[in-house]
Nanobody
Framework: QVQLVESGGGLVQAGGSLRLSCAAS????????VAWFRQAPGKDREFLAA????????FYSATMKGRFTISRDSAKNAVYLQMNSLEPEDTAVYYC????????????????????WGQGTQVTVSS
């Protein structure tokens, strides 16, 4: 069973940065994709970034405008989301997710494609 635990959220002023962490346990993530999503109050869950664990191929939402970077540390079995130039509109609960790749060349970016989720970490950006 895959377990994911996010951390690193908090309150930050506009223009600031945060680094979210997602600690994974239960298995190694060879042949898995890992991703970050967020959900603001009253809005649908939004895709931010995904990575194919083995190849480290990365995919980003076009709306991130280069502000967010996904990375992983295989030794720690952890995935990270570096967020820069944060804006009040980035306020949301941030989730990491994992899913076994069905088609190795295709990285899922829709939330319904992911079976494993963390509990989320709150990010609040003040103006």
């Amino acid at each position: 069973q895959v377990q994911l635990v996010e951390s690193g959220g908090g309150l930050v002023q506009a223009g600031g940065s945060l680094r979210l962490s997602c600690a994974a346990s239960g298995r190694t993530f060879e042949n898995y994709a890992v991703a970050w999503f967020r959900q603001a109050p009253g809005k649908d869950r939004e895709f931010l970034a995904a990575m194919k664990w083995s190849s480290e191929s990365v995919f980003y939402s076009a709306t991130m405008k280069g502000r967010f970077t996904i990375s992983r540390d295989s030794a720690k079995n952890a995935v990270y989301l570096q967020m820069n130039s944060l804006e009040p509109e980035d306020t949301a609960v941030y989730y990491c997710a994992a899913e076994q790749l069905v088609i190795p060349n295709l990285c899922p970016i829709a939330d319904y494609e992911y079976d494993y989720w963390g509990q989320g970490t709150q990010v609040t950006v003040s103006s």
